[in-house]
Nanobody, 125 residues
Framework: QVQLVESGGGLVQAGGSLRLSCVAS????????MYWFRQAPGKERESVAA????????YLQDSVKGRFTISRDNAQNTVYLQMNTLRPEDTAVYYC??????????????????WGKGTLVTVSS
């Protein structure tokens, strides 16, 4: 069993930055691919970024390329989402998820093994 706890959300003005963190319990963190999803009000949950267990492969949704970066520190059991040049349309609850398999852009809500409870990001215009 893996427990995931996100932090780092908050209110920021458009153009600002936030760094989300997700800390995982357990000793097998490095064997899991990690994902960030987000869900805006009234919309479906969507994949934003993914990183393989070793960190050598990453995926970013087109709308965040050039602005967001995903990284991980396996020694600290932590995955990060650095979000720069934030836009009002980035407002959402951001969820961390873990999967035994790295699927890149094919990672969906249906093939994740564990989920965090989410952290709210609000970007004001």
């Amino acid at each position: 069993q893996v427990q995931l706890v996100e932090s780092g959300g908050g209110l920021v003005q458009a153009g600002g930055s936030l760094r989300l963190s997700c800390v995982a319990s357990g000793r097998t963190f490095g064997t899991y691919a990690m994902y960030w999803f987000r869900q805006a009000p009234g919309k479906e949950r969507e994949s934003v970024a993914a990183i393989s267990g070793s960190g050598t492969m990453t995926y970013l949704q087109d709308s965040v390329k050039g602005r967001f970066t995903i990284s991980r520190d396996n020694a600290q059991n932590t995955v990060y989402l650095q979000m720069n040049t934030l836009r009002p349309e980035d407002t959402a609850v951001y969820y961390c998820a873990a999967s035994r398999y790295y699927r890149g852009s094919y990672g969906t809500i249906n093939n994740m093994d564990y989920w965090g409870k989410g952290t709210l990001v609000t970007v004001s215009s």
